[in-house]
């Protein structure tokens, strides 16, 4: 069974400078129980997913094709707000980036809490209760007493283990996990992503989980789609993409990554050139004015290369494996 | 430069209200003595409390003066009082900020401590105190108008002044050996010209309604030059047999306050936004 | 935060302490002789002695500015002369008037100019918006003299819904709220505009939040996102700005109790004024400016205690 289905989705954004596509031709899915990371630079359009999938896209921006099938039977794209809001914090959850930001400040914890419980009928006793309950479950110490606490009253890694606490307390479908742990340390990261395998093994959920670190990705998650500018440019299994990356941007963001290194660098390794402007993308492979693979034939529409599996790679020249591209 | 302007300005339908406003009360307080044949004191006391007619368009006064042609003077008075008295306090604030931006530290912070209790009095209070010591007359009005005034001008200006003063082409004019005076006058005063006129032009309501108000009460202008608020006065003792003298005090303070106003909120959303936060 | 109110605290002793030289300086320097205009021209000589002496005239200048702020500091200012009470008891008589008059302003303009500003910024850039933008500037604009009058010709004199004089029968309360609409309208109007431009302002920048985000995804209803979760944070900057506008009420005060003739502290001054009654003046205005003060103060408290992340660093 498929949580979450993305078939083909394109978001524009209308600007003063004529509409830019944030988003192009993204699929992808998210079966029951399972964990799909989705990995890229900061401007890939991991955001715009977010909140086309939250249906909480800015005023200037759109759906303009494709579908979003949540749960088999609802399209997210052509739902209407209210229903939308609906399944919002209910059956689709989501984690943000920011633990300093993402409580409101003035309001305390448990107040927080109980306001997200606001669809059950439950006491306001009983409501706290749970709240109690989950705060436990995320390992916050004497959670009856910290529920009158204001957010800045805790620490950074304690706040985001409150967010998750929150999220979960429903009982979603699917978690959308924003980059959670980019704000904390090394210690906190790897705690917090340990905290949110449990509880999702505990609650039965399928998680899509947004990250520009690939450790991370590789510790937390079954499968992984890699997006560039707005296209998922290949998608598999985690294991498939750390082992046999094809698409030459993946190849790349791997050699960058400075846990894989072999050796002790001066300099940390990057990619050459910078992000298409989206307004007027390349012809052909978005990738191709940074790949130095690119030749004549990237200049039309790449084939989605299938590798086997579920593994894919949009790219004419997905043949080459990591190996051969240093040599 | 200035018809660009003026068409930008009349593109928001704010802009297009405040600058005709502007401009009407302007033209008949410029052409007061062609728009009326009547005398602005003149009294006759046959016409006492005539309503609105053909013949007084806005009606007549207690002692039978055209409250219209009252009117019309009234608008000479109050804007020579707005454009004199900004800027006699234009000019001692655009001393005392670039005295507190350029002088010693010390000077600065006496001063800020200064703008800020100033600032801090109640103007109605500070107007009846300055009233009491100096009796009502027109340089109290403009007294308290510049008590008002000035603390806000050389505040803008102590600023605008200190981030100048580490801009390059000013430090590059100092190492050459540049004099203060020179550096304030060709540096830094050209620079600070924009921001200030937009004040100005959002600050003249203000100064209309000090003087108003301080006639209003009796404080201000002294009878029988035509003051608006003089006019209300008038009016407010007679405020039940005769509606027409109230109205005719009060439209053209609300007028002109109006105008001012949305003329300098367009000027300042037109041409500097970051002023936004003042008020 | 504690270092910040005491900031606040010490320029509040320093505009009070100009105040009080102010006092000194219009009670010293007035033409004429305090003691023959408050005795009128039948005066004897040694009755104008006796009071000089009374009110310390014959000491040196600076004896005087000594004693001035002395018995100041004890809440001396002095005695009225005319029916030779202290200036303090006939100030406070009048202070309730005014400052009932103060809260009835601060009520309009909160309960009009909160919901007003959210509504513009709920409905950023539409119809709705630049209405209530323009109205506010217009109520900004307008004096309040003049909102005085015109309220007063048109709700008392001409429809003869309100009443137009005085303050209301003692002990009456409906009577005494009903004295107030108009007048505190009068001075409260312009301070609707202030509010819901403020409001509008920082309840934009409070919905851009990550929290607000968050809220979103959590499902909470819009209006509940707004009205309780964005609210709560963009009320607060409003408490300062009041701050700031009592002593703008505080003035307008004087035209709304003249022109609806009730009694209160802006009518106690403007009538000594004309009968040059001077003890009366400077006491009413330090009286005046050390409430103002105070008030300033508190507000800046006041937002320290409604926001728990400034709250909790008191402790």
Known sequence: ???????????????????????????????????????????????????????????????????????????????????MRGLRGLRIATVFQDPMGALNPVLSVGRQMRDIQYRSNLSKRDKDARSVAMLRKVRIPDPESRL???????????????????????????????EPTTALDATLEVATIELLKDLQRDIGCSVLFISHHLGVIAELCDEMIVMYAGEVVESGTTREIFHDARHPYTQKLLACDPARLSQRVARLPTIAGTLPDLRRRPSGCVFQPRCDRADAQCLTPPPSAVLGGSHIAHCWHADIPLGAMNA | MIWRTVRRIMREPLGAIGLTLVTVVE??????????????????????????????????????????????????????????????????????????????????????????????FPTVMLALTLVTLFGPSLYAVVLVVMLVNVPGYARIIRTQTLVLKSAEHVMAARSMGASAGRILRVHILPNIIGPILILISMDIPVVVAIEAGMSFLGLGVRPPTPSWGAILNDGFA????????????????????????FFGETLRDLFDPRLKGRS | MIRYALKRLWLGAIIISVAMMMMFAMVYLIPGDPASVALGPRATLEMKEALRERMGLDQPVWRQFVNFYGSALHGDLGTEVLSNRPVLDVVMEQLPFTL??????????????????????????????????????????????????????VFAV??????????????????????????????????????????????????EASHIRTARAFGLTEHRIVYTYALRIAVLPTITLLGVGIGHMLSSSVFAEIVFARPGIGK?????????????????????????VLVNVAADILVGLLDPRVRSSFN
Not at chain 1, 40 to 60: F, P, Q, R, V, Y
Not at chain 2, 90 to 97: E, F, I, K, R, S
Request: proline residues 4%; neutral net charge.
């Open chain 2, 27 to 120: 033209l008949s307080a410029v052409f007061a003595s062609g728009l009326t044949s009547y005398a602005p004191s003149k009294i006759s006391p046959a016409e006492r409390f005539a309503s609105p007619s053909l013949l007084h368009l806005l009606g007549t006064d207690h002692l039978g003066r055209d409250l219209l042609t009252r009117v019309l003077y009234g608008g000479r008075v109050a804007l020579l009082i707005a454009l004199g008295a900004t800027a006699v306090s234009l000019v001692v604030g655009v001393v005392l900020g670039l005295i507190a931006g350029y002088g010693p530290r010390w000077l600065d912070n006496v001063l800020l401590l200064i703008f800020d209790a100033v600032k801090s």
């Open chain 2, 238 to 261: 007679n405020i039940r047999d005769s509606y027409w003298i109230v109205i005719a005090g009060g439209l053209p303070i609300v007028l002109t306050t109006l105008g001012f106003t």
């Open chain 3, 268 to 292: 106690l001054v403007y009538e000594a004024i004309s009968v040059r009654n001077y003890p009366i003046v400077s006491g009413a205005v330090l009286v005046t400016t050390v409430f103002f």
């Open chain 3, 158 to 207: 001409a429809l003869q819904w309100l009443p137009a004089i005085g303050a209301g029968e003692p002990g009456d309360l409906a009577s005494r709220l009903q004295h107030l609409i108009l007048p505190s309208l009068a001075v409260g109007l312009g301070w609707i505009g202030y509010i819901s431009r403020m409001v509008r302002a920082s309840m934009l920048e409070t919905l």
């Open chain 1, 148 to 178: 009158t606490q204001f957010p800045h009253e805790f620490s950074g890694g304690m706040k985001q283990r409150i967010a998750i606490a929150m999220a979960l307390m429903m009982e979603p479908a699917l978690l959308i996990a924003d």
């Open chain 3, 100 to 153: 009932a008059l103060v809260v009835g302003g601060i009520t309009w303009s909160v309960a009009l100019g909160i919901p007003l500003g959210c509504i513009a910024a709920v409905r950023r850039g539409g119809f709705v918006d630049q209405v209530i933008g323009v109205l506010s500037v217009a109520m900004i604009a307008v004096p309040s003299f003049v909102v005085a009058i015109y309220s007063l010709l």
């Open chain 1, 1 to 83: 069974m498929t949580v979450l289905e993305v078939k083909n989705l394109s978001v524009a954004f209308h600007t003063e400078s004529g509409p830019l596509e944030a988003l192009k031709q993204v699929s992808f899915s998210v079966p029951a129980n399972r964990s799909v990371g989705v990995v890229g630079e900061s401007g890939c359009g991991k955001s715009t997913l977010i909140n086309a999938i939250l249906g909480l896209l800015a005023d200037n921006g759109e759906i303009t094709s494709g579908e979003i099938i949540f749960e088999g039977d609802k399209d997210l794209a052509r739902l209407d707000p209210t229903a």
